[in-house]
């Protein structure tokens, strides 16, 4: 059970005190702060799961209550508790941690949860059967490579959407994957395999954890911003040629 006791100061020291890079560490650590998860994020004022969702809900015209959706990185069940509200009714989750999942299996959301450690293993998913795929938040450094972006368009349908949302985070790695992330999906533009519905950028993404507004002689809270990628898989997903 989550403590309900819990304050902005734990949240901060929460997201702070997993520093490793290795990503079998992350788990661990996301598994031992499962129960504390949502009530952290919260604190902190997150919102990529409300900034993907909302973004959907947008451009979705499809059928939601046909809709097959694919939650990568799907933690404790946010983004289908979202999405569930707004009419959707069919969810398979992926997620790197067994803590997490086992929160999300208690939803009753998900017709399919697998574990799986994103980038040493391969999205376990089926190629071209979903309609929407998201991931809201582990798009960084030390989290999702860049290269899964790639397998999550090929489990998109022909038509289906991607959507994608990522923290603005400073620092050499996060500026780094930044760069290395839009180049991609650019270059996946110009291969034929999606088109850009849009970008959005939000000004508060979550409040940035390094920063304390009552112990850093700071007035206001600092914000990190984010953006939100939105992207709709080619009917014809036949790969262009560079010469």
Request: hydrophobic share 35%; proline share 4%; net charge negative.
């Amino acid at each position: 059970m989550s403590d309900s006791s819990r304050t902005a100061e734990d949240a901060r020291v929460a997201f702070q005190s997993c520093k490793s890079s290795d990503p079998r560490d992350r788990v661990q650590f996301y598994d031992s702060w499962a129960q504390n998860y949502e009530q952290d994020t919260t604190l902190m004022s997150y919102r990529s799961p409300h900034l993907a969702v909302n973004f959907l809900s947008e451009n979705f015209s499809g059928s939601r209550e046909e809709a097959q959706v694919l939650d990568v990185a799907c933690g404790t069940g946010w983004v289908a508790k979202l999405m569930v509200e707004l009419g959707f009714r069919h969810f398979v989750g992926v997620d790197g941690s067994k803590g997490m999942l086992e929160l999300a299996a208690k939803t009753g959301l998900y017709q399919d949860l697998r574990l799986a450690l994103l980038g040493t293993q391969p999205l376990p998913a089926q190629t071209g059967v979903f309609d929407v795929v998201v991931i809201a938040g582990a798009l960084d450094a030390g989290f999702v490579p860049v290269s899964v972006v790639r397998e999550m368009c090929h489990a998109a349908k022909p038509g289906g959407f991607v959507c994608m949302v990522r923290g603005d985070h400073t620092g050499a790695p996060a500026d780094k994957y930044k760069k290395d992330l839009e180049r991609e999906l650019q270059l996946m533009e110009e291969e034929g395999l999606w088109s850009l519905v849009g970008i959005k950028r939000a000004d508060r993404y979550m409040e940035d954890p390094h920063v304390n507004p009552e112990r850093d002689d700071v007035q206001d809270k600092h914000y990190i911003s984010g953006t939100v990628y939105l992207y709709q898989k080619s009917i014809n997903t036949a790969v262009k040629s560079h010469d």
